[in-house]
Structures are given as C-alpha cells and as structure tokens.
T-cell receptor, first 118, second 112 residues
Framework: GAVVSQHPSRVICKSGTSVKIECRSLDFQATTMFWYRQFPKQSLMLMATSNEGSKATYEQGVEKDKFLINHASLTLSTLTVTSAHPEDSSFYICSAASHRGIPRETQYFGPGTRLLVL | KQEVTQIPAALSVPEGENLVLNCSFT??????LQWFRQDPGKGLTSLLL?????REQTSGRLNASLDKSSGRSTLYIAASQPGDSATYLCAVQTDSWGKLQFGAGTQVVVTP
C-alpha cells in the first residue's frame, strides 16, 4: 500500500513556542489530507480536512488560528501548533487520500507525532 | 451527529481463543465502515473496509460483518495469537471526501 510519513515522530517544546509537523505522501499524490489528534486512551478526533491548493476546513471547536494547516503540494501538508501550551500535548496523526485513481475511501495513515509541551 | 461506540473497552483472552469486538454507530447514513489496528504509540493499520452495501468482509483470520440498519459491526479474529495484542478501532466514513468518525477502541491483550 501507499506510504505516508510524518516528521518529527516526537517533539518536546516549551510553552509559548510554535511547532510544525509535516505529513508526506511518499508514492502517490494526496489531493486530500486529514489531521487528527488523539489523547491517551481516547479515540482519534478529526481536526481538519485539507485539499491541495485550498484552505483547510476545520471541525467545530478547533481553533484555526492556533492549528495552522498548509497543503501547498500534492505530497506535503503541514500542521503548525502556534503558541503551544501543555494542553496541546497529544498524539497528532495525519492521513492522506487521493481522488485520482485510488478510491476515495482509501486513506493511508502516517505513524503519528507525539507532541509534549512543557 | 454520528456517534461511534466500541464495546468492550478492553479485552484479555488466552492464546487460541476467538476474539469478538463490537462497534455500533447511531446514524446509518454511512459510506463505509473500517476496522483499524493501532499498536502503542504508533499510527493506524487498515484491516478491513466494508462498503455500506456489503454485509461482510474477510481477510485471513479476520472477518467483519456490517448491519447498517441496526448500526452494528462485529470484528471476529479467529485463533488469536499474542501478536494480535493491540487496540482495534472502528470508523465510519460520513462524507464523500473521506471524513472518518472513530470509536474509542477496544484494547486487546492475548496472553500466551
């Protein structure tokens, strides 16, 4: 199957700093990417959907000014957590889908990024 | 609003026993239902995808059923092995772009 990578896998930062997480589709063109967060022992919660070349669509309750999403190319989407606080500590997972050739229901998930804000 | 529930939250079985994991959803207007496996601190591995028009899917020791009208899906894992220990998540696709609504998962431990 297709491969999706995330970088970094783990990051520790100080409160108030910004952190950028990259999500890359390595062998296919991802027209749509999804960003999820997962708290310990809880399920994945969709944060936003981003389509290449357009603004991301955020889920209710997700601050778009705090979680900046950029999907500038068909292989790369970035999530920037701005002015991070300890409550932003979580596991962030991206997934990628292509609406060209691959069925829309096929999403490929990245390995996740563990963010710890001190 | 679609809600996805998984019962039980945790399950421990001895090796060789069959596993039965349950998933229920409140809105039957789904595109498909998927089962994923997640190992600790890792991303998701897709196990099975059942289209809304299908009743079941099988892959090796795994079999998943879907009853859309009652809002239920069951994942069966035959002859469990210690390597099956993981958290199993079900998710329903709620729109044509691929938006997924996840359950909280069932944490499975298979003891040797």
């Amino acid at each position: 199957g297709a491969v999706v990578s995330q970088h970094p896998s783990r990051v520790i930062c100080k409160s108030g700093t910004s952190v950028k997480i990259e999500c890359r589709s390595l062998d296919f063109q991802a027209t749509t990417m999804f960003w999820y967060r997962q708290f310990p022992k809880q399920s994945l919660m969709l944060m936003a959907t981003s389509n290449e070349g357009s603004k991301a669509t955020y889920e209710q309750g997700v601050e778009k000014d705090k979680f900046l999403i950029n999907h500038a190319s068909l292989t790369l989407s970035t999530l920037t957590v701005t002015s991070a606080h300890p409550e932003d500590s979580s596991f962030y997972i991206c997934s990628a889908a292509s609406h060209r050739g691959i069925p829309r229901e096929t999403q490929y998930f990245g390995p996740g990024t563990r963010l710890l804000v001190l | 609003k679609q809600e996805v529930t998984q019962i039980p939250a945790a399950l421990s079985v001895p090796e060789g026993e069959n596993l039965v994991l349950n998933c229920s959803f409140t809105d039957s207007a789904i595109y498909n239902l998927q089962w994923f496996r997640q190992d600790p601190g890792k991303g998701l591995t897709s196990l099975l995808l059942i289209q809304s028009s299908q009743r079941e899917q099988t892959s090796g020791r795994l079999n998943a059923s879907l009853d859309k009208s009652s809002g239920r899906s069951t994942l069966y894992i035959a002859a469990s092995q210690p390597g099956d220990s993981a958290t199993y998540l079900c998710a329903v696709q709620t729109d044509s772009w691929g938006k997924l609504q996840f359950g909280a998962g069932t944490q499975v431990v298979v003891t040797p």
